[in-house]
């Protein structure tokens, strides 16, 4: 991907899930909020899962209606242009507001290898354009615009964009549409579209408005009592730990009860709440996550603690224990793409029997299918059983769990991780931490790569540590996807500062590289960076051709690495779900 060009999805994506139109007093999301509480108010679940567009514009207001229709996608245009509008001929129904206001259907089409385009056009005078959504469905291929002059010798600009920040590229053969799918470039562009100026979009947009057959439920909707607890490191891990927990939106205070273990002396720290939403989940729309900063704790000790109020009820007491101020040997549990599966929960839950001494886990990304749908992520905590309320849980996110380019908002409400990424980075998704000896660098694959570069050379360089880490979504090396930039920007920084190991997923599959080199090193390392690639459910190739490069793989999982480090020395092992050991290796410097 173009991830520099990605980068506007980001800001894009703010838009769409959060905010408003600063010029407006109604928006689209507005809308579909009044719209969906409407909804539930008048129609039972069975009814929801039934209606269809042609109950829907009745439902709606007029006033609705001309939202919908004209706050979607706007811009001003200094001289008269031509408006072509490329919609999917896949698309059952053509959003309602196409035809009546002035678009009429051409016979040009535009392709790309997925999709082919049907071209509606209209004239606009000088001034504002104002579109309308995609439609009530939910769509992915969404459409995108083309503007050009009525006359040819006139100079276009285009200015004054809702959402902001909008990317334009020249219509033509090669262009990309989609922020979020740049590879998938233009095939078939009419001659009389070419040159034009091209406004690219993200696929999520289709959810804007998305209400036939959008309603979900949760099989594990939030109750009184708090679950999913959770911990995490946002500091240093000698002395703090956060604590993390769920409960019903009535629920509005929480607090954590904590003491080191055998030890009568309670301490108590109060939870900061949030209100955290899913409008398209029937059964549990709002519930109430809470994060608790537990500070000026004893290094190498281990603390029982408990959440909740006298008023709700307490959880179950459980313990943790903070790193320790020497250095000493530690190991921690990563996964490959876990996507919310029973059969990764089944695993992961005896790993903490057969590991009970481990520091952390981690997850490299795709925790979940689609990271915006919130009862996929209650299915991932469900499935884990206990295991992060005993051992924190330092993931990094994925393309799933930021979905369609839409940001990975609801990965960063559910999780309370640290905030020194870099500027250009959505918190808490590009971060650093350390722990005992060893450096542990957490990208996001999903934003930017040239956002992250300084930063990691940043990271790097300045570091100490005996051993570092990267762990990263989308494998450098592999035989699906061709990661280039990431290689040439960081594979480089990963050779000159000697990173030891990096982790990814992504691709489904297990692979552990041979000592790589992205150039020739610069300082000469005994070593060069092992890449380990891994998977956490079952999956299966058509295609395997060799990968010279690799030291071992194989194609299936579900499983996990467990991973040792004493002073000079880490072995790494994968194990399957019943605890054979698949492949092993040390490293000893």
């Known amino acids: 991907m173009k991830l520099s060009v990605f980068f ?217 009592k708090p679950d999913q607890l959770l911990l995490s490191w946002s500091a240093d891990p000698s002395t703090t730990i956060d604590v993390q927990w769920r409960t019903q939106a009535a629920v509005k205070a929480g607090k954590v009860q904590y003491w080191k273990k055998n030890s009568t002396d309670t301490l108590t720290a ?115 059983g206990k295991i992060f309320s005993q051992k924190p849980f330092m993931p990094i996110p994925g393309n799933h769990d930021s979905q369609d380019g839409l940001g990975a908002a609801m990965y960063q409400n559910l999780f309370s991780l640290p905030t020194n990424g870099p500027d250009k980075v959505p918190s808490e998704r590009t971060y650093a931490f350390n722990y005992q000896n060893a450096l542990f660098i957490m990208l996001d694959g999903t934003s930017p790569i040239d956002a992250q570069t300084d930063w990691i050379e940043k990271q790097l360089s300045q570091s100490k540590a005996k051993w570092k880490f990267v762990m990263l979504h989308f494998p450098p090396y592999n035989f699906e996807e061709d990661y280039a930039q990431i290689r040439k920007e960081w594979g480089v920084l990963f050779d000159r500062y000697h990173v030891d190991m990096v982790m990814s997923g992504h691709v489904h599959y297990y692979m552990r590289s041979k000592p790589m080199y992205a150039e020739k090193p610069v300082d000469s390392p005994a070593k060069g960076t092992i890449y380990t690639i891994s998977i956490s459910i079952p999956s299966h190739h058509k295609n395997w051709p060799d990968e010279p490069y690799a030291a071992a793989r194989f194609q299936s999982g579900p499983v996990y690495q467990h991973i040792r480090i004493d002073n000079n020395k880490l072995t790494l092992r994968c194990l399957d779900e019943y605890g054979k050991v698949k492949d092993e290796f040390t490293i000893e410097k």
Not at 51 to 61: N, Q, R, V
Not at 182 to 201: K, S
Not at 334 to 357: C, I, N, V, Y
């Open 8 to 224: 506007t999805s980001i800001f894009l994506s703010a838009f769409l899930l959060f905010g408003t139109a600063a010029t407006t007093d109604s928006t689209v999301h507005k809308v579909m909020d009044n719209v969906v509480t409407r909804l539930y108010q008048k129609l039972t679940p069975a009814q929801l899962d039934t209606i269809s567009e042609a109950y829907i514009l009745p439902f709606l207001t007029n006033e609705e209606k001309q939202t919908l229709a004209t706050r979607y996608w706007t811009f001003d245009v200094n001289v008269p242009v031509v408006v072509s509008l490329m919609r999917d001929q896949a698309q059952k129904v053509p959003p309602f507001w196409l035809a009546k206001s002035g678009f009429q259907k051409t016979n040009m089409l535009v392709k790309n290898e997925e999709y082919t385009y049907e071209v509606w056009q209209k004239k606009f005078s000088k001034g504002k354009v104002a579109l309308g959504i995609n439609g009530f469905d939910k769509h992915r291929p969404v459409y995108f615009v083309g503007v050009g002059p009525q006359k040819k010798s006139d100079k276009l600009t285009i200015s004054n964009f809702f959402p902001a920040n909008q990317h334009i590229e020249e219509f033509k053969v090669g262009a990309f549409t989609y922020h979020d799918w740049d590879e998938l470039t233009l095939t078939e562009v009419p001659l009389a579209l070419q040159g034009q100026q091209l406004l690219t979009t993200i696929r999520g947009r289709a959810r804007e408005a998305h209400l036939v057959k959008a309603f979900r439920q949760t099989d594990y909707p939030a109750v009184n």
């Open 270 to 384: 109060n939870a900061l709440p949030f209100k955290m939403e899913d409008r398209l989940l029937r059964n549990d729309r709002y519930i109430q996550r809470f994060t608790a900063k537990l500070t000026q704790l004893t290094p190498a000790t281990t603390y029982a603690y408990r959440v909740g109020s006298p008023s709700t009820g307490w959880s179950e007491v459980t313990d943790f224990k903070t790193e320790a101020a020497q250095p000493e040997a530690f190991s921690f549990v990563w996964f490959g793409d876990t996507h919310k599966s029973p059969d990764w929960g089944r695993m992961a839950r005896q790993t903490l029997e057969r590991h009970p001494e481990i520091s952390f886990y981690s997850v490299i990304g795709d925790l979940v299918s689609t990271g915006l749908d919130r009862n996929e992520w209650d299915e991932f905590f469900h499935h884990s």
